[in-house]
């Protein structure tokens, strides 16, 4: 079992910074895809960006509307997943989930509780 713990979220304008982190307890998240959703009023949750384990770090998705401006990260040591966000825009504005894939598993089986991001213009 693996509890993940979101926090970092926060009120921003636009253009600024945040970073959000997501601390796992439980187990390791060796081998585990760890991701960044989010999902705002009246819409469908949205991946945001998820990283596959690897010694040296994994591999990296985004969507197309954070490519340039977000980056995920991942420090095995500290079982902790981050996702740095620069260049905030309005429609950034969401509540922003982590969670856990165990290897060969297709879905992402732990949910951290969510933490809000509100971007103002």
């Known amino acids: 079992q693996v509890q993940l713990v979101e926090s970092g979220g926060g009120l921003v304008q636009a253009g600024g910074s945040l970073r959000l982190s997501c601390a796992a307890s439980?187990?390791?998240?060796?081998?585990?895809?760890m991701g960044w959703f989010r999902q705002a009023p009246e819409k469908e949750r949205e991946r945001v960006a998820t990283?596959?384990?690897?010694?040296?770090?994994?591999?990296?998705y985004y969507a197309d509307s954070v490519k340039g401006r977000f980056t995920i990260s991942r420090d095995n040591a500290k079982t902790t997943v981050y996702l740095q966000m620069n260049s905030l825009k309005p429609e950034d504005t969401a509540i922003y989930y982590c969670?856990?894939?165990?290897?060969?598993?297709?879905?992402?089986?732990?949910w951290g509780q969510g933490t809000q991001v509100t971007v103002s213009s």
């Open positions: 969670a856990a894939r165990p290897a060969f598993r297709p879905d992402f089986s732990y």
């Open positions: 439980g187990r390791t998240l060796n081998s585990y895809t």
């Open positions: 990283i596959t384990w690897n010694w040296n770090g994994g591999s990296t």
